[in-house]
């Protein structure tokens, strides 16, 4: 028997709660078949959590999930770009046609890349500071010293999953037009991984102070907003502070899901709650940063 879990015909930050609900029980009882025939687009955020999933179930022990991709050429012809069936090959029974050459992708500063050690953020800042100095400053309008901030928010953020996790993560960085959400054009780093979750990882420290109020919620609160981290040394949690106070600064985004809570901190022109709670279960922890154009701009 497959238990087949349906991907959105959109797959990004605001759907994947729609993934987590077809997963059903945590851990899946049976084979899952992960239907992504009618996806039309995906978010490197949606990409990244597809990849996370696949790896909860392999480190999990249990068999590889089968996994339909789309039928849209465009869907597969980006997918492609971003390197997602490269990896996704890992961890599932890939079905479907893909493209053998992935061409070029202008849009995608960084295609999903495996977060492993601290090795791999120092390649992957390295290999996304040019570019992106030039997309802030030409594109987005921001200051110069505005790029020195970018690395260390893409830094930070990769970090959380090296100190926390307990396992591999995936990181990519794009820039899109937002015609319906924002009407100008942004930057977002999306990082997944399959680990631990922020309540486990403050479970020892936290757990006792919080009391009958302690979950997930409660733990991303610690973390984001009070600068809590589960290592006694001084200065650590101040990461996502960091990335807090910059993203503040240019008007950004920062929201971070795990387990079954989402924390979003925004400036004006988001929408999202602060706070959801009682979300369908999905593995591990997903981040999106968002940082906008300081004025509205073409594509």
């Known amino acids: 028997m497959m238990h087949v879990v349906p991907v959105p015909t959109s797959l990004d930050d605001k759907s994947l709660d729609a993934l987590a609900q077809g997963l059903g029980s945590w851990p899946p009882p ?50 492609a770009r971003t390197g997602f069936f490269r990896h996704a090959v890992e961890y599932y029974d890939v079905v479907g046609k893909i493209p053998r050459r992935a061409g070029d992708a202008t849009d995608v500063l960084l295609p999903l890349t495996p977060i492993r050690a601290a090795e791999d953020i120092h390649h992957v800042v390295g290999k996304v500071q040019e570019s992106a100095t030039r997309i802030l400053t030409s594109e987005l309008k921001l200051e110069a010293k505005a790029t ?3 690395a260390m928010a893409l830094s930070e953020a990769c970090q959380n999953v090296v100190e926390h996790a307990g396992t591999g993560g995936w990181v990519a960085v794009q820039t899109y037009f937002w015609k319906r959400r924002l009407g100008r054009k942004v930057v977002v780093i999306a990082v997944g991984d399959a680990g631990i979750g922020f309540r486990k990882s403050l479970d020892a420290t936290e ?4 009391g009958e109020r302690w979950s997930d919620g409660a ?7 009070h600068g ?7 200065g650590r949690g101040q990461g996502l502070a960091g ?20 924390l979003s901190v925004g400036a004006e022109w988001d929408d999202d709650v602060p706070l959801a709670e009682h979300l369908p279960f999905f593995p591990g922890t997903q981040l999106q940063i968002t940082i906008p154009a300081q004025e509205p701009s073409g594509r």
Do not use: C
Not at 55 to 62: F, S, T, V, W
Not at 207 to 210: D, F, G, L, M, S
Not at 228 to 234: A, E, K, L
């Open 243 to 262: 990335i807090k106070r910059y993203l503040a600064r240019w008007h950004g985004k920062i929201s971070i899901r795990s387990g079954t809570a989402r």
């Open 228 to 234: 809590v981290s589960r290592f006694p040394d001084p």
């Open 207 to 210: 757990a006792r102070k919080v």
């Open 148 to 150: 020195m901030g970018f």
């Open 30 to 79: 049976e084979r899952l078949l992960v239907d992504g025939h009618g996806t039309t687009w995906a978010s490197p955020y949606g990409l990244a959590s597809l990849l996370t999933l696949g790896q909860a179930i392999k480190e999990l022990g249990r068999p590889k999930p089968q996994f339909n991709a789309p039928a849209s050429d465009d869907a597969r012809s980006y997918w």
């Open 219 to 225: 733990a991303l609160e610690s973390a984001l907003l």
